[in-house]
């Protein structure tokens, strides 16, 4: 006789009597766009039954939740091997024992409170932004879709939608938890100011979200929207929320990454300007290597055609040498050598009138370019100096000024921000990612990180050759066994961080001879050096 699972005859019934009952929406659904419920219009009917029912007030539905309310399930007889929670008609507990993986794989850190995720918020918020609107869509804790809403990325916009939420929970709006594909930006600076609970979902796991909504790949951005709010509900007590940093770091952090991008810049304008005097004027090439120097620039104006510089003559090519301090024997000779024959070789009259003008026109951009760039240090070495771990930071050897008030700001001065040291490696790259089954195992690097720092890092790993011995041999020894040069700055760079993380968590500065009696304590390899 085949019994019938007591679970599933209650959530039957129950079913079946809420049926009628259509009018047991406690909230109403602000539509101020197309609803989601326009759009699984165009999913597959498997789809639109598993999202309807979603959004029905019956409880959070279990594994039977895309089986029609009309079938009853019936339990599979388990064999005495099967663990409990195979084969069972009712879910498995939505927390338990997982496996433990390198601290900091994932950009999670599972909740230490008593208090169930779930139970301390009031409102789960997947928020999908964009550059001029922004859609929202909230849950209850019992996956309920209580608001729908598309706001303008205006005051008018995020005015609106703290009075939806206020109408929701209250005017503590410590009770909302947001889920947005994003860690920094102005909307999420907004949500934090709202006072919400920001949760940063990584991009591969927001698509992952996405599909699990959507099998067939259908896309919106109120579906987006409603899978980041619903996987903040059931899987939120895995994320990391996200703590700012005080306004000292987050200024620090700004200009040193908007330093960067500048220095990018002017490497793009130093390649057009390679390429276009490459075109016309191959001696300039010849006689200058480096053209991030101002006196290459300043060559350029000086002489910026090959027939100006050949009409010049060596008198003028030696004083224009001297006032730019290029008076180096080694180079002298050959200099002027190469600006005797600068006519000999160089392009045909009509690319060299025009490509001659290219090459001003990059040159000026270049000295105002260097120009907000000095600015830039200025600026970063005066909050530098003010931030109470710059003597932490500023000990590092081959950091210096540049690198180390970079390596700062992407630390931080919240400590429980990288509780391991494998936390930091992970997040900076240089943490080394497995993938294993069966026999087969592959070692790569770790993609998925924080570019900034991980290239602070390398450079900083790299300048540490010059200034430490047991680095140079490090650095060595890794080439020794076949590694490539980046392969093994990047080794270097985690030994770097490993002691750079116990310095920035205890608030002690680099000290070469009590890290050389460490290694000799713990019988490291750093004892046959010298």
């Known amino acids: 006789m085949i019994s019938i699972a007591p679970d599933t005859i209650s959530d039957v019934i129950h079913r079946l009597a809420e049926r009628p009952i259509k009018s047991l929406r406690s909230k109403v659904v602000d539509n101020s766009a197309a609803t989601v419920g326009q759009v699984v219009c165009n999913m597959a009917p498997c789809e639109q039954n598993a999202t309807m029912q979603s959004r029905s007030i019956a409880p959070v539905p279990r594994r039977d939740s895309r089986r029609s309310p009309a079938c009853v399930e019936v339990p599979v007889k388990r064999s005495k091997r099967t663990p409990p929670h195979e084969g069972s008609v009712s879910g498995r507990p939505a927390t338990g024992a997982r496996r433990r993986t390198r601290q900091g794989d994932h950009a999670m850190s599972h909740d230490t409170k008593d208090v169930p995720f779930q139970k301390q918020f009031k409102l789960f918020a997947g928020f999908d932004w964009a550059s001029d609107h922004h859609d929202v869509v909230a849950v209850d804790p019992d996956g309920r879709i209580v608001l729908e809403l598309t706001i303008e990325d205006a005051a008018e916009g995020w005015a609106t939608l703290r009075e939806k939420f206020a109408k929701l929970v209250g005017q503590d709006l410590s009770a909302v938890a947001v889920a947005v594909e994003t860690c920094n930006g102005p909307a999420v600076e907004r949500l934090l100011e709202m006072g919400c609970g920001v949760y940063p979902l990584n991009p591969k796991a927001a698509q992952r979200y996405r599909e699990r909504k959507s099998p067939m790949g259908a896309k919106c951005d109120r579906l987006d929207a409603w899978s980041f709010g619903d996987a903040l509900r059931t899987d939120g007590h895995g994320w990391r929320r996200l703590q700012p940093d005080d306004p000292l770091t987050q200024e620090l952090r700004i200009l040193c990454r908007d330093e960067v991008q500048l220095i990018q810049q002017r490497t793009a304008l130093v390649c057009q300007l390679k390429q276009a005097l490459h075109e016309y004027y191959p001696a300039a090439l010849e006689a200058f290597d480096n053209w991030v120097t101002v006196s290459s620039w300043a060559f350029v104006e000086k002489f910026p055609t090959p027939q100006v510089l050949v009409k010049a003559g060596k008198r003028r090519w030696e004083k224009f040498l001297h006032t730019n301090r290029l008076g180096r024997p080694e180079r002298y000779d050959q200099r002027l050598e190469i600006f005797a024959r600068a006519d000999q070789f160089c392009g045909k009259q009509a690319v060299t009138n025009a490509k001659s003008r290219l090459a001003l026109a990059l040159v000026a951009q270049l000295r105002v370019l260097e120009k907000q760039l000095q600015d830039y240090r200025k600026a970063i070495e005066s909050l530098f100096g003010r931030h109470p771990d710059n003597d932490i930071f500023g000990s590092l050897p081959g950091a210096a ?66 200034k430490c011995a047991w680095a140079e041999a490090y650095y060595q020894a890794k080439r020794g066994q076949g590694k490539s040069h980046a392969c093994a700055l990047r080794c270097l760079g985690q030994r770097w961080l490993d002691i750079l993380w116990k310095m920035w968590q205890t608030g002690t500065t680099y000290d070469e001879a009590l890290h050389m009696r460490n290694q000799v304590q713990h019988g490291s390899w750093v004892i046959q050096l010298g």
């Open 401 to 466: 000024a540049k690198l180390a008030p970079r390596l700062l700001s992407e630390f931080g001065q919240n400590r429980d921000r990288f509780p391991k040291d494998e936390s930091i490696q992970c997040y900076a790259g240089t943490a080394p990612v497995t993938r294993q089954t069966g026999k087969r195992r592959v070692v790569r690097i770790r993609h998925g990180c924080n570019k900034f720092l991980r290239t602070a890092v390398h450079l900083w790993a790299n300048e540490s050759r010059e």
